[in-house]
């Protein structure tokens, strides 16, 4: 049985302390009931890490970041090292977003070093998968998300591998007013699946869950609520507000 769970990114859009403190204060308010139905994770930029350590710290809602380097420390000018974002208490780690993918040099193969070092440090992995819309036009969409689910779970040792999170992310539905439409959601999610049986067996394939995100709305929460292969859902702009991540949550539990 795997546990639902829901978790937003606010990649850049928090760009003071205030605003991420009011944040996280009012998703502390209306969500900490929540934590027995659903896993519930934030992931706010790294400068504000302490902050939502300090706030979160007598809940069971967890918090992590939007990447880490690629190796474990050294000349690395600019990049975070994975052993602080342990020491400062995350339970998640999200790589190959397509954001980074698009502009910030991550690769199949960066995402699988960083997994190796998610493994070392006991963090959980999200890793981003998805095809852009050239990919989708070309018939090779299934053939992109295949080779991005070898490359993210391959180098992790067998029993470190449930621990990886799968986030479904059609690169065209990022950004958007709506999500993809929940057909195809439902059949790409099955379509991971099965290539999780195919490449590493049935065992893991039942373990791993896979969650959704691009456009994630009270809406589309709801139309994606208690699909046997969706396990959840990642949150985007639609809940940068305490109320609007507070309303997807619900939905997607179905209360
Ligand atoms: P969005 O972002 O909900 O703002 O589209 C989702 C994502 O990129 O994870």
Request: hydrophobic share 40%; net charge negative.
């Amino acid at each position: 049985m795997r546990n639902r769970i829901v978790g937003s990114s606010w990649k850049m859009h928090i760009d003071s302390l205030s605003e991420g403190q009011s944040l996280v204060e009012g998703l502390k308010e209306l969500l900490t009931d929540y934590t027995d139905k659903v896993d519930l994770f934030f992931l706010p930029n790294y400068l504000l890490l302490p902050m939502v350590k300090k706030v979160l710290s007598e809940t069971e809602i967890k918090y992590g970041v939007q990447n880490i380097a690629s190796i474990e420390k050294g000349a690395m000018t600019g990049e975070v090292p994975v052993n602080i974002v342990s020491e400062l208490g995350c339970t998640y780690v999200e790589l190959g977003h397509a954001e980074r993918r698009a502009h910030l040099g991550e690769t199949n193969e960066t995402v699988a070093a960083k997994v190796k070092l998610c493994e070392q440090h006991n963090l959980y992995p999200i890793i981003c998968i998805g095809e852009t819309k050239e990919e989708l036009k070309a018939g090779i969409g299934d053939l992109v998300l295949k080779t991005q689910i070898e490359w993210a779970i391959k180098f992790a040792s067998e029993d470190f591998r449930e621990n990886i999170i799968l986030a479904y992310e059609p690169v065209w539905a990022i950004g958007q007013s709506d999500s993809a439409d929940k057909e195809y959601v439902i059949k790409t999610h099955r379509y991971i699946r099965d290539c999780i049986k195919e490449l590493f067996g049935e065992s893991l394939a039942e373990k791993i869950r896979i969650i959704y995100g691009g456009s994630v709305n009270p809406k589309s929460a709801k139309e994606l609520s208690g699909q046997e292969d969706i396990d959840g859902l990642f949150v985007g702009r639609f809940g940068m507000k305490p109320q609007g991540m507070t309303d997807i949550v619900k939905a997607f539990i179905g209360e």
